[in-house]
């Protein structure tokens, strides 16, 4: 069976490296954590509001920080 939960907006965040996610999780109003590879990434990740960006390298030293409830 197949069961759908709701979240509400503070209890996620959205986690990637796209402009677009970042956007749409501030329209949306789910905090957004950008990860970049480069220093212009980090800009254009800010700029488009994401509430903090991290180094690409983080993710592969903690993966602990994502959690998956699997429901």
């Known amino acids: 069976m197949l069961r759908s939960k709701v979240w509400a907006a503070d ?19 789910v905090r957004s954590i950008g990860y970049a590879k480069t220093r212009q990434r980090k800009t254009e990740l800010r700029e488009a509001g994401a509430h903090g960006v991290e180094d690409a390298d983080l993710l592969a030293v903690a993966p602990d ?3 998956d409830d699997g429901e």
């Open 11 to 29: 209890d996620v965040a959205h986690v990637g490296g796209e402009v677009c996610g970042v956007e749409v999780a501030k329209a949306t109003g």
């Open 65 to 67: 920080l994502v959690r």
